[in-house]
């Protein structure tokens, strides 16, 4: 297994739950590229989607009474530490010794004692003093087809946008899955069951299950299951993942997972000093999903009608219309900050009078699904706001769809218009 698998996976993890974002970009990959780069520039305390990464970080947690875990030095020899109610609970004291690290083998030992009798192969690891986080890897085999599992552990900021949007599910619109539920437990702790698939367009029949918990404390603990011996490239060998969504949460919910997060060491750049004074330069706060959707809908051309809509807080909003012709995507994403890549966004394209800088683009709206078109019109304000307007529409009702219709339901003027409408300008 790579090295960094734990990260793709965490990364398509966050991928998923912003993929309502990501999908407003997804054919546009210039502008997709150019706009994540600068929004991670400018947004460096989101990390570890730091999400996402992208596509996209964890506080201390103590486990209450007595416990004799196997736990290891940064050399991967393991050493037994007994945690105690006194221990338990988080110093405000700088100088408290962090708990010791947590050796690969320990993970792998742990993971493996907590799945059904089988066989294991292909096994990998990373302690918890190891970089980029600590991970457990093994091909699992009950007797039923080799399936691949893994099972990271991060740090993220309790209470945060990033927990918000591990916590959520998909949207099916962009993101087809065959079941998901986020759910409170009884601790305080959040928890959230996927079953989907390794690739959104299910061009390939590997299915993906997964099993998020997210501690009040910002412990966050990821499983991963398959039912291929491989996340990707190899044949599915079994009709489903072996764990069933209450083995997923039973091994997730584990309290020894949860000591294995409080061995990561922290990263003192991520602490922010005391009443800092924010970056010159700061974007102002995202656009609202809400407002963008009422101001999309508000601007869509008489005859279509809104048979679905969605979104996020982050300036992202869609509506599936009908015109009776067949259900056409239409998405809007308004960002701010965008003044510095305008060169690359809009080159070839149009300046207005007032310095409004357009750029309209009709082509494949998804290189996977044969006859798929999208039709944009993006558009950026003058201003040091950087403020951007890009409107798409699609000839499908959703991503990685078929087409339901020849061409989108709105023409390219018509986007252009509604792009340039002064309505987002009430936004700013």
């Known amino acids: 297994m790579p090295e960094n698998q734990d990260q793709e996976i965490f990364e398509e993890r966050l991928s998923a739950a912003l993929h309502q974002t990501g999908g407003g970009f997804h054919a546009d990959r210039s502008a997709l590229v150019t706009g994540g780069r600068v929004r991670g520039r400018r947004a460096l305390t989101r990390r570890r989607a730091g999400v996402l990464g992208g ?42 010794p962090a ?22 192969s292909q096994e990998d690891a990373r302690g918890s003093a190891d970089q980029p986080s600590p991970y457990a890897y093994v091909v699992y085999d009950d007797g039923e087809g080799a399936a691949a599992i893994s099972m990271g552990l991060y740090r993220v900021e309790p209470g945060s946008a990033q927990v918000r949007q591990l916590m959520e599910c998909p ?8 079941s998901c539920s986020s759910t409170r437990l009884p601790d305080g702790s959040l928890l959230r069951l996927f079953k989907g698939y390794e690739y959104p367009d299910k061009r390939v029949e590997t299915k993906l299950w997964t099993a998020d918990l997210v501690t009040d404390k910002g412990q966050h603990v990821s499983l991963s299951e398959w039912n291929a011996p491989a996340q990707k490239g190899a044949p599915v060998s079994r009709a489903e993942p072996p764990l069933s969504a209450e083995q997923l949460k039973e091994v997730v919910t584990a309290e020894v997972w949860r000591q294995v997060v409080d061995a990561i060491p922290k990263d003192p750049k991520s602490v922010e000093p005391t009443k800092a004074a924010p970056p010159a330069g700061e974007p102002p706060a995202p656009v609202s999903g809400k ?45 701010y900050g965008m003044d510095d890549v305008a060169g690359q966004l809009y080159g070839g394209g149009e300046e207005l ?11 494949i709206g998804d290189d996977r699904v044969p006859g798929v078109l999208m039709w ?5 304000r003058p201003g040091k706001d950087g403020f951007r307007v890009v409107i798409s529409a699609f000839n499908n ?29 009430k936004l700013r």
């Open 291 to 335: 407002d963008a959707n009422e101001t999309l809908v508000g601007l869509l051309p008489e005859g279509l009608d809104v048979v679905k809509e969605g979104g996020q807080e982050s300036g992202f909003t869609y509506v599936v219309v009908d015109d009776g012709q067949g259900e056409s995507l239409v998405q809007v994403n308004v960002q």
């Open 353 to 363: 009078p007032d310095g409004t800088l357009v750029k309209t683009r009709q082509g």
């Open 376 to 380: 944009t019109a993006d558009t950026l």
């Open 171 to 178: 949207d099916e619109t962009f993101v087809p899955h065959d």
């Open 55 to 96: 596509v996209a970080g964890v506080a201390l947690v103590g486990v209450g009474g007595a416990m004799l875990l196997p736990q290891g030095n940064a050399d991967g020899r393991d050493v037994s530490a007994a945690t105690t109610g006194a221990t338990s609970q988080p110093s405000a004291s700088a100088t408290t």
């Open 397 to 425: 009702g959703a991503a990685h769809a078929e087409p339901s219709r020849a061409t989108p339901a709105l023409t390219i003027d018509q986007l252009r218009e509604m792009a340039l409408s002064p309505e987002w300008d």
């Open 99 to 120: 708990p010791p690290p947590v050796s690969g083998d320990t993970l792998l030992g742990e993971l493996k004692k907590l799945l059904p009798e089988g066989e294991f």
